[in-house]
């Protein structure tokens, strides 16, 4: 189970403590059956995932029960935590050629490592040049026959005539590879509200895409490969900020829509900086750009991303190339600024199949070429603003006004009930509400699959209660670290 634990790409388990010892279990429908405790909501991480769209540190939304720790396993007696060493960065200030030379070989190992001998890969193929990157450095391994008898199938989501699809389609054709493309229809995002229910709403149905699908549709593969983590690894990007520039998550917590009991968020404060300052100290950097790319590495791309994947790994073998501690540990000793967009172009001319003459699907043009005119085909390749408001707002409706939800009181329900109506009323163009009124209706059903209550049944009057209350939920130990998270509380 924890193999990988150390890789950037590894799917934390379940954990709950237990008579001092830890319960560890795969799945969060495993882990729920083993818990002996009442499940009740944690309204900590309900307020970061509404302000993040991810859950912080270790939570997960069921009081007592969390994500085993970022880089930990735990000992041979189950009451300790072991960390691996974090790769400290750096500031080498290496060329982008040869940055590109080193990195090429490195994913190359990475990819030869988990496919192993198996005979039927397959490539989670878009427009970006992530997969590119994987694409290409794997078409080399078999051209270079580093790697051999295998047969590869490009999988692709999004709507005909979007980049993402028409690049990916290109790209599969031009390797020889098999090909197959999934659109995301009303009946796929109302199961995604499911799903999300079903794995513990630690991201927002949107985000599922059409990974459900392919899970369901691709078992006779023996491992998916994925190149979603270069963004942040290989270009030092974090939804499209560079590393120098990232903000402190703490910045983003909000009590947004005024969704969220305002005395319960006012009490959860205090926890939310305890969630990030607890990693701190257990990974401490002194820059802060570096102290910032390990919160995003490990509260955002641990806790939204890789849950996501996770789905994938139900039923077959998955990895997520860019991840293995050489890889990072050898980008971080980089100076942010050598780890631009440059590192890319230079890993092209390593490829045996020219692929960068296609346009990046962000741009439309090729990739590092900043002045020109974009193709014609679409950059965006979701229809889920039309989908939510269209063609299932009912059903969303329904699950969030439904007599069961209504009475978790760590919600405000008049302004939620407001939102829902101010969409019906006026349309909205972006996903800032309709991504988290659909998350809503999957916590919602979430509660009904696996019978959770609400904080306290009573009204909660006094925000001492609330405090209580919260301290009972929140004031686990992290055991094998220095300090413990009362130290935190001030």
């Not at 014609?376 to 969030?400: A, D, G």
Request: net charge neutral; with cysteine.
């Amino acid at each position: 189970m924890f193999k990988y634990y150390n890789h950037l790409g590894f799917n934390n388990p379940y954990y709950f403590e237990n008579n001092e010892k830890f319960e560890i279990q795969q799945s969060l429908s495993g882990i729920i059956e083993k818990y002996e405790g009442d499940l009740k909501i944690d309204p900590v991480a309900v307020i970061e995932l509404l302000s993040n769209n991810f859950m912080l540190a270790d939570r997960t939304l069921i009081q007592g029960v969390y994500k085993t720790p970022w880089l930990a396993k735990p000992n041979e007696q189950f009451n300790e935590w072991i960390y691996d060493k974090v790769p400290k960065h750096g500031r080498l200030d290496i060329p982008e050629n040869e940055i590109a030379t080193v990195l090429f070989k490195k994913i190359c190992s990475e990819i030869e490592a988990y496919v192993g001998k198996k005979k039927k890969v397959g490539v989670l193929l878009s427009g970006g040049m992530d997969s590119r990157m994987v694409a290409g450095s794997l078409d080399f391994l078999i051209k270079s026959k580093r790697i051999q008898s295998i047969e590869v199938t490009g999988l692709t989501w999004g709507n005909d005539g979007s980049r993402d699809v028409v690049y990916a389609h290109e790209i599969a054709s031009r390797l020889g590879w098999q090909w197959k493309h999934y659109t995301v229809t009303a009946k796929d995002l109302l199961n995604n509200i499911t799903e999300t229910a079903i794995h513990g709403c630690e991201y927002s149905p949107i985000h599922l895409h059409a990974i459900p699908q392919i899970r369901d549709d691709n078992q006779n593969l023996d491992v998916i490969l994925a190149g979603s983590y270069g963004d942040s690894v290989g270009r030092a990007e974090y939804s499209g900020d560079k590393v120098q520039y990232l903000k402190p998550l703490l910045n983003n917590i909000s009590n947004a829509s005024a969704f969220i009991n305002k005395d319960i968020y006012k009490a959860s404060l205090k926890y939310i900086y305890q969630d990030i300052c607890r990693y701190h100290q257990q990974f401490p950097e002194k820059v802060p750009y570096m102290q910032n790319e390990l919160d995003y590495q490990l509260h955002y791309m641990r806790r939204m991303l890789n849950p996501c994947m996770a789905l994938l790994a139900e039923r077959l073998e998955f990895y997520q190339i860019f991840t293995n501690p050489d890889i990072f540990g050898f980008m971080w000793s980089i100076k942010p600024e050598r780890r631009s967009d440059r590192v890319y172009e230079f890993m092209f001319k390593e490829f045996k199949t020219k692929l960068d003459d296609l346009p990046w699907a962000r741009t439309g043009l090729p990739y590092g070429q900043m002045v020109g005119k974009p193709d014609s085909y679409q950059k965006i390749n979701h229809s889920y603003i039309r989908i939510i408001q269209s063609e299932i707002f009912r059903e969303i409706e329904t699950l969030i006004l439904s007599d069961e939800f209504k009475e978790f009181q760590i919600f405000n329900q008049k302004a939620i009930k407001t939102i829902l109506e101010l969409i019906k009323l006026y349309p909205v163009n972006n996903l800032f509400y309709l991504e988290k009124i659909i998350w809503l209706a999957s916590v919602a059903e979430m509660t009904k699959i696996y019978h959770i209550t609400d904080l306290k049944h009573k009204t909660i009057s006094h925000i001492s209660l609330i405090e209580s209350i919260l301290s009972a939920s929140t004031g686990y130990l992290i055991r094998g670290t220095k300090h413990r998270v009362a130290s935190f509380i001030k």
